[in-house]
T-cell receptor, first 114, second 110 residues
């Protein structure tokens, strides 16, 4: 009964380093979403991907952030040259496909930039 | 981005019904209303969704007004574990994005 799996759950990086966050969707789900939640704030949509395609990246910062969802393996959210303002919880969600289905969320990856 | 308006916070006595309102006056005809909650810093949890008719499941009931411009999530017998931030979301009819607003912070009081 594996749900959406995210790892690492906690990640500490120094300014200028790279952070890689991984998300394995629920079995049978081919749509992945990434959200960011800054401390004491709501969830902000970042990017929506299907296998091998970025469908909507309207919420992604223009620089340093990228996401992929390869044919095999988990979705990766990559943050290059991290800054303190990147410290946040990053949540991944998955869904079966377009339609009325709900999103299923993982427990998040908490990034702390020192 | 969010197309909904919710009160920032509410209190509810344990064992009583919690009624959480949401305004979505610009909702389109084929857009669904979804409710999620986030307990402390956990991942958001799906509660319920609906289009026109009222819906009920083991967690809650969703009442949507006839003009669909507002809805109410009802937790029939609130417990301390229902303390969370509740998000009302209108799902666009194109694409598959869910945009979260600021939600309502519900505190269930013993």
């Amino acid at each position: 009964n594996a749900g959406v799996m995210q790892n690492p759950r906690h990640l500490v990086r120094r300014r200028g380093q790279e952070a890689r966050l991984r998300c394995s969707p629920m079995k049978g789900h081919s749509h992945v979403y990434w959200y960011r939640q800054l401390p004491e704030e709501g969830l902000k949509f970042m990017v929506y991907l299907q296998k091998e395609n970025i469908i909507d990246e309207s919420g992604m910062p223009k620089e340093r952030f990228s996401a992929e969802f390869p044919k095999e393996g988990p979705s990766i959210l990559r943050i290059q040259q991290v800054v303190r303002g990147d410290s946040a919880a990053y949540f991944c969600a998955s869904s079966f496909g377009l339609g009325t289905g709900e999103l299923f969320f993982g427990e998040g990856s908490r990034l702390t930039v020192l | 981005d969010a197309k909904t308006t919710q009160p920032p916070s509410m209190d509810c006595a344990e064992g009583r019904a919690a009624n959480l309102p949401c305004n979505h006056s610009t909702i389109s005809g084929n857009e669904y209303v979804y409710w999620y909650r986030q307990i402390h810093s956990q991942g958001p949890q799906y509660i319920i969704h609906g289009l026109k008719n009222n819906e009920t499941n083991e967690m809650a009931s969703l009442i949507i007004t006839e003009d669909r411009k507002s809805s109410t999530l009802i937790l029939p017998h609130a417990t301390l574990r229902d303390t969370a931030v509740y998000y009302c979301i209108v799902r666009p009819n194109t694409g598959n994005q869910f945009y979260f607003g600021t939600g309502t912070s519900l505190t269930v009081i013993p």
